[in-house]
């Protein structure tokens, strides 16, 4: 086992970072331990063993240990106020700690409890990591101002985790996710909205949001966006129907805002796609 500590702030955060398997003591009241896998895989005992891979994110307070030859941890602690303090960047002072704890709720995780989640993007994790390093080893003019920069994008990815899904789970809204594209596809000129496409299959709304962009890697309204947008093409393409005409027929009720996005998606206004097309 290897390890390499850092401590900012008088204590009140530190980074660990560990390969391979290891043993995690418990941490002091008022404080939160995130332990990110940033490489390879392994079994973590928590109350219980479960599997651990690349991307996921575990937050415990209590002590745990980590087998696996061939696994990156880094443990993250903080104390919580540290949040807080990263709300100076935001409008008003509860802003992003608010946002923070709902969407990462790690401020009233229990001895006991485990809050499992999984990085969006990984490998933007790892060179935050190897930035707040960096400077540590530097102590460069600025270093922890630019350190805590670091950790704050850091806190930015650990609020924008996705909970992890078992595999049967993981199927059906699969299955939901694919209901509601189809939907689109072929419903596209009708209002739709994100509540709508919800309350077909089942779910929440934001909880649906989460699910599709999961499955599809955008948002279900850009997808929409995008299906509306290709049959406006194909019309300006094919047919001499006015833009204004085009734009109701595909779902925008506004020309000029269709003429935007579909400049924002093809590089050109509609008028000259269509004069372009008719060169051919």
């Not at 575990?58 to 696994?71: E, P, Q």
């Not at 600025?142 to 909970?163: D, I, K, Q, T, Y």
């Not at 509540?195 to 997808?223: C, E, Q, W």
Request: some cysteine.
């Amino acid at each position: 086992m290897e390890k390499n500590n850092i401590s900012l702030f008088r204590g009140e955060l530190s980074f660990c970072f560990v390969s391979g398997s290891s043993e995690f003591c418990s941490v002091p009241s008022g404080y939160i331990r995130v332990l990110a896998v940033l490489r390879g895989s392994g079994e973590m005992d928590a109350s219980g063993r479960f599997v651990v891979k690349k991307g996921d994110l575990v937050a415990v307070n209590r002590a745990v240990s980590v087998s696996g030859d061939s696994i990156d941890i880094c443990e993250i602690t903080f104390e919580k106020d540290i949040i807080r303090r990263l709300s100076l960047f935001c409008e008003t002072e509860e802003d992003f700690c608010s946002s923070f704890f709902i969407c990462f709720p790690v401020d009233s995780l229990g001895k006991n409890d485990i809050l499992r989640r999984e990085l969006t993007d990984t490998e933007k994790a790892v060179r935050y990591i190897k930035s707040i390093y960096a400077e540590s080893e530097m102590k460069e003019l600025g270093w922890e101002m630019s350190a805590a920069s670091g950790f704050a994008a850091l806190a930015v990815l650990f609020a924008r985790s996705r909970e992890p899904l078992s595999e049967e789970h993981g199927e059906a809204y699969a299955r939901s996710a694919a209901a509601a594209a189809e939907f689109m596809e072929l419903n596209y000129p009708s209002e739709i909205n994100v509540d709508k496409l919800a309350s077909m299959v089942s779910l929440s709304p934001r909880h649906f949001a989460r699910i599709f962009n999961r499955t599809y890697g955008i948002p279900p309204m850009k997808y929409l966006s995008d299906i509306r947008l290709r049959h406006a093409a194909a019309l300006l393409a094919e047919t001499d129907k006015p833009v204004t005409e085009i734009s109701l027929d595909c779902g925008f009720n506004d020309s000029t805002y269709f003429s935007k996005q579909f400049k924002r998606r093809f590089l050109v206004t509609p008028r000259k796609y269509r004069a372009d097309k008719k060169k051919f």
